[in-house]
């Protein structure tokens, strides 16, 4: 559906998008708009801003209507601000009257119903309770949660987004997932790390170059803007950037059009913008690292990751990934002993979560045997306290609810009775269930067993959250309350 009050500007884009494929409505005025969007919701709507009885912004504020299409501003009296907001309120993406025929196609091409990618989203955000991952992203803890829900936020639309956050703590990775969760997920995704490549170069890498341009320009070549058309650009320490180039990044954000050296043809960008620093942008734009007009054209959406300290509970969570990962590519399966990873936890990883995924590899490369333990693990240096674990409370909300597991020692339930004179002879877990108590003479098999009943309770029979806290295999796990199962089958067949 094309809104528009300018008959010819609506004749012109309803032959173009016609010429695509598309069937197409046009509508003068919100009230026809909204009378036609009753009869048959459209999959996309192209919304002048302008209109003779309001402003097309009214229709963002139409819930039910950006939950069913895709919107897309279109208008002649566009400001950066106005688009922002836009794009804030809902819309997917917003041209500039005359509106160019490859930035329309890119569009259209883009159609995907809101309704879709909120159930892709809410698939994610479910597998976080389940198995501790949003995509590629790992953690349960509530800083990684509040980053899982900015990325559901922003992800469908087209605002442009600025990731801080320490190196290592898992910058690529987001702007990628933004970008799988995203309209534009068909297209490219080039990483560009602004701090890597020659200040001589970088230019012609980002706009490219005409043969000739320069001194060895023995050939066109085509840039990362050319390279990511349709798709999305993720600018890596984009305080390493030039000056004099933020300024030409600027005026692409700006106008949507760029040139390469050494040509005066004029390229379309149709690219999403994703940028980085491991810097606060501030303190970059204060020393003069980074243009102030730059920086608030990129800090339209801003995500800020937590360094691996502020988030320790996810640590094993994070080693036992790592280390299945190694255990896929080198094929001899070890586990972490509970020692391991009550002392990766500790410890304040100023490498962040690049670090951990390197201390499990070498970690698991020097474990002789099937166990790995803390013998090979980093120490906080002298002088500097450990980090200090506080177990996470039970989160209701994002755990499956506790069902009947077949495989649940019948004996659980007497371990864990609220037992006001309980026997100093006897294994036991503490009343409040925050400590298994073993006095001296208790075999290991009854140990592990009251241990791994214990930590199962805990955790609301959740069986990857109690894997990854005892520092075994979810299969190991699985393997043992089979095995506690047939022997509570045995006991109730004696007589």
């Not at 500039?96 to 994610?124: I, N, W």
Request: charged share 25%.
């Amino acid at each position: 559906m094309i809104v528009d009050d300018d008959a010819d500007a609506a004749a012109m884009l309803a032959a173009l998008v016609a010429g695509r494929n598309f069937s197409v409505a046009t509508a003068r005025s919100l009230n026809e708009a909204r009378r036609q969007i009753l009869m048959h919701p459209p999959d996309i709507v192209l919304l002048d801003l302008k209109l003779p009885d309001g402003s097309g912004m009214e229709l963002l504020s139409d819930t039910q209507l950006t939950a069913r299409s895709e919107i897309v501003l279109v208008t002649g009296h566009a400001s950066l601000e106005t688009s922002i907001q836009a794009l804030r309120m809902g819309a997917a993406d917003y041209l500039v009257k005359p509106v160019h025929l490859k930035q329309l196609e890119g569009v259209l091409s883009r159609v995907t119903p809101p309704s879709a990618l909120l159930a892709e989203v809410e698939g994610l955000n479910a597998e976080v309770g389940q198995r501790g991952h949003f995509g590629a992203l790992w953690g349960r803890s509530a800083p990684m949660r509040r980053v899982y829900q900015q990325i559901s936020r922003v992800a469908g639309t087209g605002v442009t987004v600025f990731i801080t956050g320490e190196s290592g703590t898992g910058k690529e990775v987001v702007a990628q997932t933004v970008h799988e969760l995203s309209r534009r997920r068909k297209r490219p995704f080039l990483a560009v790390n602004c701090g890597a490549i020659s200040p001589n170069l970088i230019e012609s890498e980002i706009f490219g170059h005409e043969k000739g341009s320069f001194t060895g320009a023995e050939r066109q070549h085509q840039g990362f803007f050319e390279r990511a058309h349709g798709g999305t650009l993720f600018l890596d320490e984009i305080t390493e950037m030039p000056l004099e180039l933020q300024v030409k990044l600027l005026r692409v954000l700006e106008t949507g059009t760029y040139l390469r050296v050494g040509s005066t043809v004029t390229q379309e960008a149709d690219v999403r913008i994703i940028a980085a620093s491991n810097r606060p942008p501030q303190q970059a734009v204060a020393s003069g690292k980074l243009r102030e007009d730059l920086f608030y054209r990129l800090n339209v959406f801003p995500i800020e990751l937590p360094p691996l300290m502020q988030r320790s509970e996810d640590v094993p969570l994070l080693a036992e990934h790592f280390l299945q990962q190694v255990i896929e590519r080198e094929g001899e399966a070890k586990r972490f002993t509970p020692a391991a990873l009550t002392k990766l936890q500790a410890y304040r990883w100023p490498g962040n979560v690049r670090e951990l995924r390197n201390v499990v590899q070498r970690a698991y490369v020097m474990a002789e045997g099937g166990a790995i333990d803390d013998d090979w693990l980093p120490t906080n240096p002298p002088g500097v306290e450990p980090v200090r674990v506080v177990p996470a409370a039970p989160d209701d909300a994002a755990l499956p609810a506790a069902e009947p597991d077949p495989a649940a020692p019948g004996a659980a339930a007497a371990a864990f009775a609220d037992d006001a004179t309980p026997s100093p002879a006897v294994a036991r877990v503490t009343a409040d269930a925050s400590a298994v108590i073993v006095p001296i003479g208790t075999s290991l098999a009854e140990t592990e067993r009251l241990l791994i009943t214990a930590t199962l309770q805990h955790f609301r029979q959740h069986k990857e959250r109690t894997a990854a806290a005892l520092g075994i295999s979810l299969k190991t796990l699985y393997n043992r309350l089979k095995e506690y199962a047939a022997l509570d089958g045995e006991d109730t067949q004696r007589p």
